[in-house]
């Protein structure tokens, strides 16, 4: 009955995904993809859409892959904290309701939010590039949406300023994954229980261009946001809402 | 179930719907600063009956309420609903419950907020527009439906706010400063709401600054301060209380015979007289004396009520 109950109501969530971060990624996206392809697609004419056998390839996945991450960004932002913060949630679980069923939903319709504003703009991609692989794109998309946004999700149970400490930890990560990642001793294991965020770039390059990665890789990446996902429902069931 | 002494509108023993069981809550800051917000808070609530909470400000009122819906966990003791920890309760069974602060999202319209609320309470979705179109009604709501939350007044939200605690027949009702921010049109039409909502298998928990309101509407009000439960006290009138209060008496006529029968009797102007009398009993031997001397009454106001006193008394005491 509950679970029916919440069901429904994921109708009301995804509109709201709609309008308040689905429209902002579309827009955000095409312009940063535009912005950034367009002068070179102008530049070298037909070769552009060559696919992978253009020189412009990497940079096509680069971009690709940023605005996914962006995407995840903008997706994740206050998912948990902004309800917490603006005191929404009062409402909301007075009703017989479990806040932890409730936001592991709204992170699995806003995936599937996420992944429609990725298949616009890949379609968009699509028209210029035509060997681009609309599938292959959207199933990266999944994996860094369950990587980024699993700990994205903790992040915004755990904090209120979750969209800022997730791209700390995002950077944090990766710097300290080069500088101490190569040295000798307990640095360089040490790092290795942080955010797996030096996977991404060859899992992109690889599952965008040829659908296939290297499975642990893949595996890593899942397993680290899904842990960090279940945490952050372990953190609500245990922890307060109200502050 | 346990059972609690008998309320006032019950003369059997009311079954325990919430308790309170050494209840306290304190705040850490990352400096490791603490504020002890509640403290020791024990206190049992009565199927049927209508609770108030009074206390100052920062008092520990929505700190209380907040851990009686689970939303926050206390530091020490536990709070029960039904024998169910509390926050399982809200989650299996819902509460109406308005809060404080009115805290809709903006971007929401009136009555689209109010058809989620329902949906999430249960509400079959055959049924929902009828249960909306029944709150708005009973609130006034009809002619801000379609706006959207951030252009309601102050008012007219605090009103949403009512309404979405109200969309389904719930068993237990939490109300947190309920009247802040209505005019007195709908203040009063607050009340007759809460005096229709009283039901034998309803218990109303209402927190308020207005000792005036809590003394209308609520059986008992605990009075709390500095996070602690200073008192519990009874609205009635009981005639063996002996606390000297004053009140006014307005005659008509007979002034020059108040004295024979309130011999310290103070004039205050226009006919009006404070006196001050130990007991209801001794209030009404007097009124009773004077009145045989042809005395007129036109009114007995008390000074203070049994609840503003208490409430002077206790946090004096808590000071």
Known sequence: MSRARLSRYSLWQFRDFAI????????????????????????????????????????????????????????????????????????????????????????????????????ILSGVLYAVIPTFKIANFLLYAAIIYIAMGGIGFFVSVATRFDWVTLAAVWLGSRVLRDVYGPKPGWQSKAVEVLPPVHKLSTVSQSLITSGTADKSDVLWLLGYGALFFALGLLLLRRGSLAD | MDSLPPTSNDSHPAALVIEFRNVGKTYRSLLGNSVKAVEEFSLQVGEGEILGIAGPNGAGKTTLIAMMLGYLRPTTGTVQIKGLPARRYVEQNGVGYLSELIAINPKWRADTALARYAMLAGIPETEIPAH????????????????????????NLQRLGLAQALLREEEILVLDEPTHGLDPVWTQRFRDIVEELRRPDRTILIASHNLDELQRLADRVAIIDHGRLQRVVSTGYDQTHQAATRYRLTLVSGHERIRESFPEAEEAGKGEYDVTVSSIKELNAALADLMSRGALVASVVPERSVLEQQFREAIGESQ
């Open chain 1, 20 to 119: 308040d971060r689905g429209i902002a990624i579309v827009i955000i996206g095409f312009l940063l993809g535009y912005m950034t392809l367009e002068p070179i697609r102008r530049t070298m004419g037909a070769a552009f859409g060559l696919g992978a056998a253009s020189p412009t390839w990497p940079l096509v996945i680069s971009v690709a892959s940023s605005v996914a991450s962006l995407a995840v960004l903008i997706a994740l932002n206050g998912m948990v904290s902004t309800d917490r913060k603006m005191g929404y949630y009062r409402f909301l679980f007075s009703k017989p309701v479990s806040p932890v069923a409730y936001y592991a939903q709204l992170f699995f319709v806003y995936m599937i939010g996420m992944l429609i504003a990725m298949l």
């Open chain 2, 132 to 155: 909306v179109n029944t709150v708005i009604e009973k609130l006034g709501l009809e002619e801000h439906r379609n706006k959207k939350v951030k252009a309601l007044s102050k008012g």
